[in-house]
């Protein structure tokens, strides 16, 4: 009964190839993120919907696109893979994005290797 | 200044000692500090998290510490278990849910 699941857990590709990451949280919850963390751990978060509106979007190369058909899922869809891209992307959601101490919860991530 | 720094990078403690990592911030504007712990192959998960009204908080055995002088807050695990071993991140925001993560601390408690 997992509460943020995302599919694959694990993609290898080559270069050049796009791929798509899935994202669905059954929390009932109103916002929805993308994180990245690379091979030394660092976090950063990358985009953010609430209600299916883009709330954050951080300086993410315009290679990277998120779409969020309704509230409960969040897609991340990348062109033109670059070995770079290479790292754990996790999805995350939390009740809303007005209160600043809402729990941020994570799925499990997703391994993606470029080659 | 969105930066939080978290040190020391990584932390072998034995079982029953006292595990303490530490965190700072520079913008004032944050209010809100969660600790997330993560095991291998999984995600984040919140541990525990204060606002800078308190100076501490408390949850079983694990504490922050919070110093809002100095813009420092800290965790400090008692009695620490094997089963702590895992990588933790402190993390700040303020305002909007954009939390800001430190670099993390792997933590490996020996028997």
């Known amino acids: 009964d997992t509460a943020v699941s995302q599919t694959p857990k694990y993609l290898v590709t080559q270069m050049g190839n796009d791929k798509s990451i899935k994202c669905e949280q059954n929390?009932?919850?109103?916002?929805m993120y993308w994180y990245k963390q690379d091979s030394k751990k660092f976090l950063k978060i990358m985009f953010s919907?609430?209600?299916?509106?883009?709330?954050i979007n951080e300086t993410v190369p315009n290679r990277f696109s998120p779409k969020s058909p309704d509230k409960a899922h969040l897609n991340l869809h990348i062109n033109s893979l670059e070995l770079g891209d290479s790292a754990v992307y996790f999805c995350?959601?939390?009740?809303?994005?007005?209160?600043?101490?809402?729990?941020?919860?994570f799925g499990e991530g997703s391994w993606l290797t470029v080659v | 200044q969105q930066q939080v720094k978290q040190s020391p990078q990584s932390l072998i403690v034995q079982k029953g000692g006292i595990s303490i990592i530490n965190c700072a911030y520079e913008?004032?504007?944050?209010?809100?500090f969660p600790w997330y712990q993560q095991f291998p192959g999984k995600g984040p998960a919140l541990l525990i998290a204060?606002?800078?009204?308190?100076s501490e908080k408390k949850e079983g055995r694990f504490t922050i510490s919070f110093n809002k002088s100095a813009k420092q807050f800290s965790l400090h695990i008692m009695d620490s278990q094997p089963g702590d071993s895992a990588t933790y991140f402190c993390a700040a925001s303020g305002g909007t849910d954009k939390l800001i993560f430190g670099t993390g601390t792997r933590l490996q408690v020996f028997p």
């Open positions: 913008n004032t504007a944050f209010d809100y």
């Open positions: 204060i606002r800078p009204d308190v």
């Open positions: 919907y609430n209600n299916k509106e883009l709330i």
């Open positions: 995350a959601s939390s009740r809303s994005s007005g209160a600043v101490s809402n729990t941020i919860y």
């Open positions: 929390l009932g919850h109103d916002t």
